[in-house]
């Protein structure tokens, strides 16, 4: 019988306010970026299971909230600088389990503006089967900027995914 767990992965963005672009990652440092781990995905290697649920949740809720797909890999992949374009080789490609979207400005939720608030986007009823790779339990993620963005420096960026493992 399947059992439901929440995974989760988070990262500090660079101290810089420079705009991202459309195709842009989004990550912990420009020089030497580190991938989303998502630990516990599997119950052995190579086993899997379906995302259910995915939250992004987001320490700034700034005026233009940032649009972005979260590449999920079976496999660690070469990570990129923060803004800098996404250019996976066809090999990283081909290790991509899941890509989940989170596209629509209106479904952000924030906190008091007031007083520097964050910012949650929530998507439920996802059912997205996933294998990880041989020799882990793991998934592996990249944030992609899917809109013009301009960051608060230091934003931390947190993503929870609700697996059902199989």
């Known amino acids: ?28 440092s420009v020089a030497s970026p580190v991938i989303m781990t998502f630990a516990g995905a599997a119950a052995t290697a190579e086993a899997g299971g379906r995302i259910v649920a995915a939250t992004l949740i987001d320490s700034v809720a700034a005026a ?21 374009a996404f250019a996976p080789t066809d090999a990283e490609a081909g290790t991509v389990v899941a890509v989940i979207p989170f596209l629509t400005a209106g479904d952000w939720s924030v906190g008091d503006l007031a007083v520097g608030g964050n910012a ?18 793991s998934l ?24 059902e493992l199989s």
């Open 120 to 137: 949650v986007y929530a998507k439920g009823n996802l059912n997205m089967a996933y294998v990880c790779a041989l020799t882990t339990t």
């Open 1 to 28: 019988m399947a059992f439901q767990k929440r995974i989760e992965a988070s990262f500090t963005r660079p101290a810089d306010t420079l705009a991202y672009t459309v195709g842009d990652v989004i990550a912990n």
């Open 64 to 84: 233009t909230k940032p649009l972005v797909d979260l590449w999920l890999f079976d496999t660690t992949v070469i990570m990129q600088g923060d803004n800098v």
């Open 140 to 163: 592996f993620g990249i944030l992609i900027a899917r809109n013009a963005y301009v960051p608060a420096s230091a934003e931390v960026i947190k993503i929870r995914l609700v697996v």
